[in-house]
T-cell receptor
Framework: GQSLEQPSEVTAVEGAIVQINCTYQ??????LSWYQQHDGGAPTFLSY????GLEETGRFSSFLSRSDSYGYLLLQELQMKDSASYFC???????????FGQGTELSVKP | DAGVIQSPRHEVTEMGQEVTLRCKPI?????LFWYRQTMMRGLELLIY????????DSGMPEDRFSAKMPNASFSTLKIQPSEPRDSAVYFC?????????????FGPGTRLTVT
């Protein structure tokens, strides 16, 4: 099958670092993306990992380990505006089809 | 570019009525996707098109749902007849299909309420 697992919710304080983990099924897997969705809004693209290792984009980093079928999104210097849902998303069998995980709701507290 | 455009933004209808949701993808994008989002089921892919041709409709819940893409700049998702369990936010997204990530650009969504 093609599915992804991630925690349903995470809470952290402003200024802290938080890591959101994701495991995925490997059949037909090409790469792992992360999308952010603020309440009531459209999901927006954050990052993509095709190869093992860490990709850094400002305060956000994403990691992939194909041997472990595992990835994570790392958010540093948390801000209140980072409170949102974060989806790990698998690219399977190319062709543009993305499979979304259930999403992790991040709450950033003052 | 204006981004992906969806209409209407909100729709309230009674059970049994036909509902048509509309989407205009980003110009030049070859892929178009329809998603449904609910608290219970999360974000589900319903169907997607490549160059106006339906590629995968395995996510369409049942025969009450149908989608068309008559040209590169317009797509519809129709529910007939609608039922209360169809209440959800329906997103349309488009992608250029280039670049390794197949990054998708989502529209603002249509919030559908069926009473």
């Amino acid at each position: 099958g093609q599915s992804l697992e991630q925690p349903s919710e995470v809470t952290a304080v402003e200024g802290a670092i938080v890591q959101i983990n994701c495991t995925y099924q490997t059949s037909g897997f090409y790469g792992l993306s992360w999308y952010q969705q603020h309440d009531g809004g459209a999901p927006t693209f954050l990052s993509y990992n095709a190869l093992d290792g860490l990709e850094e984009t400002g305060r956000f980093s994403s990691f992939l380990s194909r041997s472990d079928s595992y990835g994570y999104l790392l958010l540093q210097e948390l801000q209140m505006k980072d409170s949102a849902s974060y989806f790990c998303v698998g690219l399977y069998n190319q062709g543009g089809k993305l499979i979304f995980g259930q999403g992790t709701e991040l709450s950033v507290k003052p | 570019d204006a981004g992906v455009i969806q209409s209407p933004r909100h729709e309230v209808t009674e059970m049994g009525q036909e509902v048509t949701l509309r989407c205009k993808p980003i110009s030049g994008h070859d892929y178009l996707f329809w998603y449904r989002q609910t608290m219970m089921r999360g974000l589900e892919l319903l169907i997607y098109f490549n160059n106006n041709v339906p590629i995968d409709d395995s996510g369409m819940p049942e025969d009450r749902f149908s989608a068309k893409m008559p040209n590169a700049s317009f797509s519809t998702l129709k529910i007939q007849p609608s039922e209360p369990r169809d209440s959800a936010v329906y997103f349309c997204a488009s992608s250029s299909g280039t670049g390794a990530s197949y990054e998708q650009y989502f529209g603002p969504g249509t919030r559908l309420t069926v009473t």
